[in-house]
């Protein structure tokens, strides 16, 4: 028997993903062979079992023993000279002739450890002149972009180009880490995503950590088997290899399930990390299995970063402040010559807002579109509650901002017409007074992939956790929220706070 | 002892090592004065090491990287020709002046034996050029 979770699909999946090892799960993709090396002995203590396929010579042959003496002299040298390096990502991939086969080799230092991770050659085409091609064509078309969309465009064609995948998205997360397809390149007959939502539960917070830790992570074809490390734990650290910043980490059965569910053989992510956030993702797609060759996959992770540094410098928060700032101003000259009527205007205009209230010395002071005197009046005696203590849990000078009020105390639902999202700030030292600014409920019909409530499956019998089977798009309204508060507009109510304490 | 030295770029001859240390962006005109500001260092003296840190460097206009790649590029090495041995680079934390920097040097690795190697710090980097210094000390000490 088994039946479908229509309860908290993030926390059960939180759950199911502590009982994988995904950091050491003592196995790598098939695409390529790992050989761990002790530094300076570049003594092989650890490797994969499939060197034979990759590298053309048997693993059991090239354990404890020194790598180089498995290179061509001209590959040896080069390896040895490639070490000296403390930075890896200006020489990554090197192309090294083993006794066996050619193959690409990419260096990390992780752990202690000097890791080679072994891809085959299977293009002709020169690494350099394969990079040249690539960057440059990026680089020539980031430079002439003036607006977010146009940067968007860019990224998501130029990856598509580079890796050739059925459909590349460029996948935005808001700020509970639900994700929408905000941008689409496709190839023709395949179906579109562009504007589903996914739930946060799709990418757990664990793996979230991984998209972090590496700039894009590879599954070439779901259908190969994964290959064990010998020996099974590192004999130096005597437990097992942490994966966490490699290529080819084996795959969690889940995710496997998850793709197939999706019908999707091969897949390939970039992340985006803007100021130390994981922000969204540049997915592949592929309905087969996809090789790409390493030196692409890097062109996609600098593309990814081009877009990052253009995107901050296009969506820089300072142009907003500048713009703002003239309103701050007229509402504190308001305020401190106690013209309360004349200063909503302004203060309305700084942040955003539909509505706002002043109280001070007890009287209220409203305008726009607010909900009535008495609930406003509840409202700033809840904030006034030190029981509640909403305003001075993260900043001691307080405020509090919410984009969707009635998650935080119950009665606020009979208020989200006019104030689902609320800014408060408090104007006086040591008295109840305050200005709260109001927004709006809006009502977003959102397209989901598959039903968001539903988005694991549970058997009873086994309690095994399983991905939903279904991604046809699911119509669901996103109520009780405002439109989110801007950091910039946040910085506004916090300035003119700290003028007038 | 300081070579040249502007807002952008901090050019330093230290011996054998001749260093370049980018601080900030340079457009066109600028860029191009550094490199030639460099080149005529690299004449006057026996350098056959660089340090090339580009730790401020920004983002360099696509031709102005060409030029360095098809122009500058030749005049350098054949000013230097074999006695270039190891070029250090530090990169910038930007994107765009890293990927500039990864095709300058890979017209580099092409033209020449020198070593290249890649750098988080200065101190590594010196510490990799002056090894190699050493070790080329104790060959000729060895061989008289």
């Not at chain 1, 803007?274 to 592949?284: D, P, S, T, W």
């Not at chain 1, 607010?370 to 405020?399: H, I, M, R, W």
Request: charge should be negative; proline fraction near 3%.
């Amino acid at each position: 028997m088994s039946n479908t979770l229509n309860i908290s699909p993030r926390e059960v999946v939180e759950t199911e993903c502590d009982r994988y090892n995904f950091e050491t799960p003592g196995k790598i993709q098939s695409h390529g062979a790992i050989l761990v090396l002790q530094e300076p002995s570049f003594k092989i203590v650890q490797l994969s079992q499939n060197t034979s396929q990759v590298i053309g010579i048997d693993h059991k042959e090239m354990i404890n023993q020194t790598v180089t003496s498995f290179l061509e002299p001209k590959s040896a040298d080069k390896l040895l000279k490639s070490t000296k390096s403390t930075n890896f990502s200006m020489i990554n991939p090197i192309r090294l002739k083993f006794l066996g086969n050619a193959c690409d080799v990419i260096l990390l230092r992780y752990d202690g450890f000097l890791i080679a991770e072994v891809e085959p050659v299977r293009s002709e085409v020169d690494n350099s002149d394969a990079y040249q091609m690539g960057a440059m064509h990026a680089m020539e078309k980031f430079q002439g972009a003036v607006f977010i969309e146009q940067l968007i465009d860019i990224a998501t064609n130029e990856i598509r180009d580079l890796t050739d995948f059925d459909r590349v998205m460029y996948y935005k997360f808001d700020e509970d880490y639900n994700g929408q397809v905000v941008a689409e390149a496709t190839v023709r007959g395949v179906d579109s995503f562009l504007g589903l939502r996914f739930p946060a539960s799709d990418i757990p917070q664990r793996v979230r950590q991984l998209y972090m830790n590496t700039k894009s992570r590879y599954l070439p074809d779901l259908n190969e088997a994964q290959i064990a490390l010998f020996p099974e734990m590192n004999p130096v650290t005597r437990r097992g290899l942490d994966m966490s910043v490699t290529i080819l980490r084996a795959v969690a059965p889940t995710h496997i399930e998850y793709m197939r569910n999706l019908g999707i053989n091969s897949s390939l992510s970039f992340s985006i990390i803007k100021e130390g956030r994981l922000i969204g993702m540049f997915a592949c797609h592929h309905y087969s299995g996809k090789f790409v060759p390493y030196v692409n996959r890097l062109v996609c992770e600098q593309i990814v970063e081009m877009f990052v540094n253009m995107l901050m410098q296009l969506d820089d928060d300072s142009v907003h402040t500048n713009k703002l700032t003239k309103y701050k101003q007229s509402a504190l000259d308001s305020i401190q010559s106690n013209q309360w009527q004349a200063a909503c205007s302004p203060l309305q205009s700084m942040v955003g807002s539909e509505g706002v209230a002043i109280l001070k010395d007890g009287n209220l002071t409203m305008a726009g579109f607010t909900p009535t005197k008495d609930e406003v009046k509840s409202l700033l005696e809840v904030f006034g509650n030190p029981s509640y203590n909403l305003l001075y849990q993260e900043d001691p000078a307080g405020f509090f901002v919410t984009s969707k009020l009635s998650s935080v105390f119950e009665g606020a639902e009979t208020v989200k017409h006019a104030a689902s999202g609320v800014l408060v700030i408090p104007i006086s030292k040591n008295a109840n007074d305050y200005i709260i600014w109001f927004r709006p409920e809006r009502i977003l019909s959102a397209t989901w992939a598959g039903n968001p409530d539903q988005a694991v499956h549970i058997d009873e019998k086994t309690m095994r956790i399983s991905p939903r089977k279904s991604f046809s798009a699911w119509q669901k309204n996103v109520e009780n929220s405002s439109e989110s508060w801007k950091s910039y507009e946040v910085q506004m109510a916090l300035q003119l706070r700290d003028a007038l304490l | 002892m300081s070579y040249f030295e502007e807002e952008y770029l901090h050019i330093i001859s230290e011996e054998s090592i001749a260093i370049m240390e980018w601080k900030g962006l340079a457009k066109t005109e600028a860029y191009r004065r550094g490199f030639e500001a460099f080149l005529e260092m690299l004449e006057e003296g026996e350098h056959t090491l660089w340090l090339t840190d580009f730790t401020g460097g920004k983002v360099i206009d696509i031709k102005d990287q060409k030029w360095t790649t098809s122009e500058w590029l030749d005049r350098a090495l054949e000013v230097v020709g074999d006695s270039l041995k190891k070029v250090a680079v530090i990169l910038s934390t930007d994107i765009f002046n890293k990927v500039a920097v990864r095709l300058i040097m890979n017209a580099l690795t092409q033209n020449t034996d020198a070593e290249v190697a890649y750098f988080e710090d200065k101190d590594d980097a010196m510490e990799w050029l002056m090894t190699h210094e050493n070790e080329d000390e104790l060959a000729e000490t060895s061989s008289t």
